[in-house]
């Protein structure tokens, strides 16, 4: 088993910023997908961001490109969201979720990936 623990969450004002932070129990970034889902209440969990280990193109939701960036650090086993930008329809539950090797999913599915974290609040509102 793999446990991911999230940590970065907060309160921000729009359009500030936070940097979320990923990390694994042991090695998940190697030949395989880590990435990024959040759920709002009354709301399905949709998938934010992710990307496969070792590769450069990771794959954004419509409504964060250009805002948020995933990225890895794969010595520490730890993968990244930094959100800049941010809107009150960003407030949210963060989960970091991976695959274990052998999946080779590495989209937003929800229902495609084999551990998750806890999840972090997010909170964007005046």
């Known amino acids: 088993q793999v446990q991911l623990v999230e940590s970065g969450g907060g309160s921000v004002h729009p359009g500030g910023s936070l940097r979320l932070s990923c990390t694994a129990s042991?090695?998940?970034?190697?030949?395989?997908?880590m990435g990024w889902f959040r759920q709002a209440p009354g709301k399905e969990r949709e998938g934010v961001a992710s990307i496969w280990s070792n590769a450069p193109s990771p794959y954004y939701h419509d409504s964060v490109k250009g805002r948020f960036t995933i990225s890895q650090d794969n010595a520490k086993n730890t993968v990244y969201l930094q959100m800049n930008s941010l809107k009150p329809e960003d407030t949210a539950v963060y989960y970091c979720a991976a695959t274990r090797r052998g999946n080779w999913y590495c989209g937003l599915s929800n229902n495609r990936y084999d551990y998750w974290g806890q999840g972090t609040q997010v909170t964007v509102s005046s």
């Open positions: 042991r090695d998940t970034n190697t030949n395989n997908c």
